[in-house]
């Protein structure tokens, strides 16, 4: 099984629905983020968390909201979608050490019509 | 505030030919972490390189090397002897370091990469 896994991997949505993406990792870490990536813009931050109490908006969080149910578990939710919140979307945790990194998703694309 | 760019948006080589993709960095953090991935076209990342921000040598992997120097706030990557599988978005990152644990991961715009037979 992957580290981290997003759910759904691909995901068509109308506008004005609500969509939640999931994210659960294995890696115990306590860091985790959620990215969005748009072609020519790289990824952008949308909100992070660096413990199950803490969460902080990023870049672009505005029309986004998180819930962070547990260690291992980080949502990211779109309350109405529109069509310019289609892209590719990256869950991410991050652990502690000389060690660390950032471990990624594999990635969920959504696309709202 | 910490920023990452790449001002290479394409680049277009024939293969085995030396490509280098630039990346320039700011921050005020004395320690921070420098970061390269690959995104082939199935869409994942793939980790390439961690280097930390006090240790500036050069670091040579297969085909790929990679040029840090602090002195310009760059962190050059080359790819040697390219071949058609190094077809991909590259993108460099840049992290604080909070308590050895990482901080926010600030990507550059990314670079795609053709590598044409």
């Known amino acids: 099984d992957a580290d981290v896994t997003q759910t759904p991997r691909n995901r068509i949505t109308k506008t004005g629905k609500r969509i939640m993406l999931e994210c659960s990792q294995t890696?115990?870490?306590?860091?985790m983020y959620w990215y969005r990536q748009d072609p020519g813009l790289g990824l952008r931050l949308i909100y992070y968390?660096?413990?199950?109490?803490?969460?902080n908006k990023g870049e672009i969080s505005d029309g986004y909201s998180v819930s962070r149910q547990a260690q291992a578990k980080f949502s990211l939710s779109l309350e109405s979608a529109i069509p310019n919140q289609t892209a590719l979307y990256f869950c991410?945790?991050?652990?502690?050490?000389?060690?660390?990194?950032?471990?990624f998703g594999s990635g969920t694309r959504l696309t709202v019509v | 505030a910490q920023k990452v760019t790449q001002a290479q948006t394409e680049i277009s080589v024939v293969e085995k030919e030396d490509v280098t993709l630039d990346c320039v960095y700011e921050?005020?953090?004395?320690?921070?972490?420098l970061f390269w991935y690959k995104q082939p076209p199935s869409g994942e990342l793939v980790f390439l390189i961690r280097?930390?921000?006090?240790?500036?040598q050069n670091e040579i992997s297969g085909r790929y090397s990679w040029n840090f120097q602090k002195s310009t706030s760059s962190f050059n990557f080359t790819i040697t002897a390219s071949q058609v599988v190094d077809s991909a978005v590259y993108f460099c990152?840049?992290?604080?370091?909070?308590?050895?644990?990482?901080?926010?991961?600030?990507f550059g715009q990314g670079t795609e990469l053709s590598v044409k037979p």
């Open positions: 968390s660096f413990d199950v109490k803490d969460i």
């Open positions: 890696k115990g870490h306590d860091r």
């Open positions: 990152a840049l992290s604080e370091s909070i308590h050895n644990q990482g901080g926010k991961l600030i």
């Open positions: 280097r930390n921000s006090f240790d500036e």
């Open positions: 921050t005020r953090d004395t320690t921070y972490y």
């Open positions: 991410a945790t991050s652990g502690t050490g000389t060690g660390y990194g950032y471990t």
